[in-house]
């Protein structure tokens, strides 16, 4: 059995878990935060077993799309200590962030 851990944007969460759901897939939702953007996004996790990753994954990417953010950052000019100039930086966010963990033991009791 496999553990997939899926970082998606937060529009995208439901969609997923219901497509998920649809498809028979047990999910849990998690709300989280992207350690870059500082902004909320959506963790799901779902026990799975290894012959029906792949369908997992495929749900995951299909309900997923990826975002351009601008975020604003800055930089201290030279020799000015402490003073800042705000730039804006575009990233591209997700579609998701995939990770699969195996599992070693499973129960429901
Ligand atoms: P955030 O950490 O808020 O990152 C949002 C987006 O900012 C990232 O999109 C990436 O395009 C950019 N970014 C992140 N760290 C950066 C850095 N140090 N320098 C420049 N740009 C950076 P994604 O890569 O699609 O990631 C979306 C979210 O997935 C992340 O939100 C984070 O919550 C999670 N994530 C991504 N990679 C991860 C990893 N290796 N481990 C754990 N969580 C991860």
Partial sequence: MK?????????DGSKVMEELNRSGFGVTKLCSTG??????????LVGVDEEKLDSVIGII????????????SSM?????A?????YPVEVVVGGAT????????????
Avoid: W, Y
Avoid at 3 to 11: G, R, S
Avoid at 35 to 44: D, P, R
Avoid at 82 to 86: A, R, T, V
Avoid at 98 to 109: G, T
């Fill in 76 to 80: 201290t000019p030279n020799g000015m």
């Fill in 61 to 72: 990417k299909t309900k997923s799309k990826s975002r351009k953010q601008v975020i604003n």
């Fill in 82 to 86: 402490g003073m800042f100039i705000p």
């Fill in 3 to 11: 553990l997939v851990f899926a970082v998606v944007h937060d529009e």
């Fill in 35 to 44: 350690g870059f953007l500082k902004a909320g996004n959506t963790t799901l």
């Fill in 98 to 109: 995939i990770f699969v963990l195996d599992v070693e033991r499973f129960e429901k009791v």
